[in-house]
């Protein structure tokens, strides 16, 4: 069965029945084909375009057809172009020809936006959840390792001591962010096409704040072109994901650096690891890894859309076909290295000892004795530049900030006390940090606990 046919003297060849059709991918609308149709007809009938008795048996085989779909029982047809000219053939199987009529005021071109933004919203809703469920447990993680200390990086160098807690929750706000963008994704998602028709709308008394109501959606597209035109909100989905997935990346890139024996930071958890056919000592961060390359993926349907899209004429184009593999491929790679890591997170072992004297010797407290001259009216220009001179004199001797005596600071200046011994410990260039947003003690708890309420009220 086609949706089409009548003008042609003849049958299309097989190579274009094959090269055109959708059904082996847009197979996943199914439901939302099904539930489309439902209120599309509900509307019809509504509005006196078809009968009650008419939309009364549509509906009832439609839910039909859907009940076997939900069940994994629909078997799809490849000889079908795509995914609606499947359920309209099998309409026709239950209803008969009274099926005839759901395409009245109605088109395949805003029948597939509808269907894709149904499809849309309830995934990025699902995305939108597990990232809280990931937000939930960096939270966790941070307030269980409250007090580890580490050292704070800048171009992959030591730099200043901080918290892992303040570390892990700067993913709970890189989190919040990608939040933010898919709710925002989700606003111009949920916007109704349908009785846009092919392009110009209808001369049919439709009624499509009614359809609009019943599929759940609080606007309907204002422009019946651009309704069918417009594809920004894949795009915009895609361009989300994209981020999240960059995000992941950086995630996956300092786990596997800090299980590494060089940095033996943690401890990846052996069910989530993988060993070598060759090497055997090995444990691999294989999930990690993987994570981190999935993101190029993601990437790629980014562009594949954008080129897809880019210098496309007004209004739909079978191009547009091309968008669902990019969106459905986009999904999958999000939702997988989501479940890897609300799995493999909550099960790393952090080695606090490793990572706190990781940081005693390493002159990442050089900062704090800049700006103990400062405090004692030195510039800071000329404070850099004598502790400068100071860390070289250390490497020189082989020693290290904390082992100075007060003679050998005193030899640079004496402006320095007994109490500097206390100032370039780690656990005290903590405690100084006072500004907010800081990974002073403090302010790290004041995050973890604002976070926990706003986790909450979510
Ligand atoms: N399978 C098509 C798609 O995904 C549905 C719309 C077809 N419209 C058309 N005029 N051929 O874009």
Excluded at 151 to 169: E, F, R, V
Excluded at 171 to 184: E, G, I, P, T, V
Excluded at 278 to 302: C, F, T, W
Aim: glycine share 4%; with cysteine; hydrophobic share 40%.
């Amino acid at each position: 069965m086609k949706l089409w046919g009548g003008r042609f003297k003849q049958k299309a060849t097989k190579l274009v029945e094959e090269f055109t059709s959708s059904i082996n991918f847009d197979n996943r609308l199914a439901k939302y084909d099904c539930i489309g149709t439902i209120a599309h007809i509900k509307m019809l009938a509504k509005a006196k375009i078809i009968s009650g008795s008419e939309s009364k048996k549509l509906v009832i085989s439609l839910l039909k057809i859907l009940s076997k779909i939900e069940t994994g029982k629909f078997r799809f047809d490849k000889n079908s172009e795509d995914i609606h000219t499947n359920i309209q053939k099998e309409l026709f199987k239950y209803a008969g020809k009274i099926a005839e009529v759901v395409h009245t005021a109605r088109s395949r071109n805003d029948q597939v936006s509808l269907d894709l933004r149904m499809y849309l919203r309830d995934e990025t809703k699902t995305i939108i959840s597990s990232i809280t469920e990931l937000q939930t447990i960096f939270v966790d993680l941070a307030e269980k390792n409250i007090d580890i200390i580490m050292p704070g990086y800048t171009h992959l160098q030591h730099a200043q001591p901080i918290l892992l807690s303040h570390h892990l929750m700067a993913y709970y706000f890189m989190l919040a962010r990608d939040k933010n963008r898919f709710n925002c994704c989700l606003k111009r998602i949920n916007i109704m096409p349908l009785g846009s028709c092919a392009l110009a709308g209808t001369s049919f008394n439709i009624d499509r704040k009614y359809v609009a109501k019943l599929l759940g959606f609080p606007k309907i597209s204002e422009n019946s072109i651009d309704a069918v035109s417009d594809r920004d909100f894949v795009i915009e989905f895609i361009a989300a994901s994209s981020i999240f997935m960059m995000h992941l990346s950086r995630l996956s890139e300092e786990l596997i650096l800090w299980a590494s024996k060089e940095f033996n930071f943690i401890e990846l958890p052996d069910t989530w690891t993988t060993g070598s056919s060759i090497m055997p000592q090995k444990k691999n961060p294989d999930v990690a890894e993987l994570s981190r390359a999935k993101s190029g993926k993601v990437y790629g349907n980014l562009f594949a859309i954008l080129t897809v899209m880019k210098g496309l004429p007004l209004s739909y184009n079978r191009d547009m076909q091309e968008d669902k593999e990019n969106v459905f491929s986009t999904i999958d790679t999000v939702k997988s290295v989501l479940n890897i890591y609300l799995g493999m997170l909550p099960l790393v072992k952090f080695n606090k000892d490793i990572m706190r004297n990781a940081v005693y010797g390493d002159f990442s407290t050089a900062t704090e004795v800049a700006d103990y001259l400062v405090k004692k009216d030195m510039t800071f220009r000329l404070a850099h530049s004598l502790v400068g001179k100071i860390v070289l004199y250390c490497i020189k001797e082989n020693k290290n900030l904390e082992s100075l005596t007060i003679k050998e600071w005193n030899k640079f200046s004496k402006l320095f006390k007994a109490d500097i011994s206390q100032i370039v410990k780690p656990e005290n260039s903590i405690y100084s940090k006072i500004s907010e947003g800081s990974t002073g003690v403090i302010a790290v708890k004041k995050s973890i606990s604002s976070a926990k309420s706003h986790l909450r009220s979510e």
